[in-house]
Each structure stands twice: as structure tokens, then as C-alpha cells.
């Protein structure tokens, strides 16, 4: 059974920085795309970002490019999402996700429960 266990979350000042961790279990890590989606108040479940298997290709929502980044480390069955200059709209439930194959695509077959991010003003 698949298992993504996010955490890293919680309280931060606008611009500041936090990073969130994603541990996997269950499959073979190494072999599948991870990412990052999240979801605040009220709103649509938004895409941050994501990586291949391998950590060669990263993609970005428009919303976070140039402010966050996303990498992983296979050894440790571990994906990261570094935020930084963070504003009060990252505030939202982050959430980890799995791939169904080795690449970046519109397919997430595995959700972890999710860890809070809020920003203040």
C-alpha cells in the first residue's frame, strides 16, 4: 500500500521560508514522478509543482515559479518543496502527490493527507 506522509508545515512570516517533505512508502520510489498540489480555503485544488523520477525535469505553477523549488532524494524515498520569499496567499493545505509513471504528466495516482501552510501578513 502507497503511503505519502507529508510534513514541514506551519506558521510562517510573509516572506520567510519553510520546507515541506513528502516520505514515501509502498512502491518504488525511484521509478515514479512526485509532486506538489495545493489547496486553500474556498478555492480549487492548485498544481505547485513537480519532478521526474530522476529530479532531471521540474515543472512550476505560475503562481510559485522562481520562488520555490522541488527536488528529491531516491536514497531517502523523500520529496522536497522548498518555499521561500512566502506570501500571505501560499496559505493553503499542500499536498503530496505520486505519479503514475517515471515522468511529469496530468496523472497523480497517490494523495497524502496534506500539511498546513499558513503565511501572515
Known amino acids: 500500500q502507497v503511503q505519502l506522509v507529508e510534513s514541514g508545515g506551519g506558521l510562517v512570516q510573509a516572506g520567510g521560508s519553510l520546507r515541506l517533505s513528502c516520505a514515501a512508502s509502498?512502491?518504488?520510489?525511484?521509478?515514479?514522478?512526485m509532486g506538489w498540489f495545493r489547496q486553500a480555503p474556498g478555492k480549487e485544488r492548485d498544481f505547485v509543482a513537480a519532478i521526474n523520477w530522476s529530479g532531471a525535469s521540474t515543472r512550476f505553477g505560475e503562481s510559485v515559479a522562481g520562488r520555490f523549488t522541488i527536488s528529491r532524494d531516491n536514497a531517502k524515498n523523500t520529496v522536497y518543496l522548498q518555499m521561500t520569499s512566502l506570501k500571505p496567499e501560499d496559505t493553503a493545505v499542500y499536498y503530496c502527490?505520486?505519479?503514475?509513471?517515471?515522468?511529469?504528466?496530468?496523472?497523480?495516482?497517490?494523495w497524502g493527507q496534506g500539511t498546513q501552510v499558513t503565511v501572515s501578513s
Open positions: 509502498g512502491r518504488t520510489f525511484s521509478s515514479y514522478a
Open positions: 502527490v505520486g505519479g503514475s509513471s517515471r515522468y511529469v504528466g496530468p496523472d497523480w495516482d497517490y
